[in-house]
């Protein structure tokens, strides 16, 4: 992964004094994102990025990107309403331990939520995932790639899950140079008929590190012109460069074929397990934006014939911390959801390492 970073981006010049702060956590970034409710829009957001986030650190890396976003936003504390959090399991009781809303110089007065935990695998930072992909309602199975296969199948009001671990391939942690889609990463590539390699970098700066998402294209393109073979060995050279300062080693190439075999045997056996569902919604750093999902459709990590059922998203979890901030009637009916949750995991093994040794072969 690339060195520690954090970004900040401001949206608007102007805001109401009615606002929402959530924080989401994942093992290898904090976002905080303030969201103004009154005018129903985002105002600003910090991201930090190439740190690995523990119950030791936590406390200080939520405050470094809170504090930051408040100062360089020009926010003072007391207009922040709403304080929510959406993160690992372990990282969730520390924050319910250890923090409140004065510890980011806010209000005693602020409301503060912290999203529930479904199990020790599946923290509050799933739970946000699961809360933006049920805003629309319906049947739906929303899967996530973030940290690992992450999945739950919601169906006439009952909430299944899956967890299964991941080599990093699909969410730029098992990436050498990897890093999230955010400003400085390589997110989209292309080949010129001329065998010219043309790369895009978010914010037309220069590239940071390379994204999950054109690791997979990268993959792609490298299969198209016989630099690696059906096996996922790259038969002329030790390294695929774009550009003069990044790469995708053979170890890359293991991590997205692992990944992407996995989360194909991951999906045949949860349609077994739990049937059919009006949407199917896949997110994660390789499946952030249209090139990402196509290239990852091409390699073989969805079953073949369900496009249009499907939907893709990058990191739908800041959306959904954000939908229960401002609607306590959907905070409460994840809450419910959550308690009784299911947990398929062990079923998942039935079959599996059969259909993932099938689908390694690109």
């Not at 690995?52 to 936590?58: G, I, K, L, R």
């Not at 996530?144 to 899956?162: E, I, N, P």
Request: hydrophobic share 40%; aromatic share 6%; charged share 20%.
């Amino acid at each position: 992964m690339v060195n520690e970073r954090t970004i900040f981006e401001k949206y608007r010049s102007e805001r109401s004094n009615e606002l929402a702060l959530a924080c989401c956590i994942t093992r290898h970034t904090v976002s905080a994102v303030l969201y103004d409710i009154a005018l129903k829009r985002r105002y600003a957001r910090c991201v930090q990025f190439g740190v690995t986030v523990s119950a030791d650190n936590a406390i200080t890396c939520i405050g470094n990107a809170a504090l930051r976003l408040m100062r360089e936003s020009g926010t003072a504390g007391n207009v922040v309403r709403k304080l929510g959090f959406a993160a690992p399991a372990d990282v969730t009781m520390i924050i319910e331990e250890m923090l409140s809303p004065t510890d980011l110089f806010l209000s005693p007065e602020t409301e503060f939520v912290i999203l529930p935990i479904i199990s020790a695998s599946l923290g509050g930072d799933f739970t946000a995932v699961i809360a933006a992909a049920l805003q629309h309602g319906g049947n739906v199975l929303e899967v996530d790639m973030t940290g690992g296969f992450r999945a739950a199948s919601c169906v006439d009001g009952q909430l299944k899950t899956a967890c299964l671990p991941m080599k990093g391939g699909l969410d730029y942690s098992g990436i050498e140079s990897g890093m999230p889609l955010e400003f400085g990463a390589i997110d989209q590539l292309s080949r010129e008929p001329d065998g010219t390699l043309c790369y895009s970098v978010i914010g037309d700066g220069d590239g940071l590190g390379v994204s999950a998402s054109a690791a997979a294209q990268a993959v792609r393109i490298m299969l198209d012109i016989g630099a690696l073979d059906s096996d996922g060995i790259m038969t002329d050279r030790d390294l695929f460069y774009i550009g003069e300062d990044h790469f995708i080693s053979q170890n890359d190439v293991r991590a997205v074929q692992s990944d992407k075999a996995a989360c194909r045997a991951a999906l045949e056996r949860l349609g077994e397990l739990t049937g059919t569902h009006d949407r199917v919604i896949i997110s994660g750093e390789a499946f952030g934006n249209e090139q990402g999902a196509a290239a990852m459709a091409q390699l073989g990590a969805v079953p073949r014939g369900l496009g249009e059922k499907y939907g893709w998203s990058r990191s739908p979890a800041e959306q959904g911390l954000i939908n229960c901030l401002t609607d306590p009637e959907l905070l409460g009916k994840l809450t419910e959801l959550c308690g009784s949750a299911e947990d398929i995991s062990p079923l998942m093994n039935d079959g599996f390492d059969e259909l993932y040794i099938k689908n390694l072969v690109f």
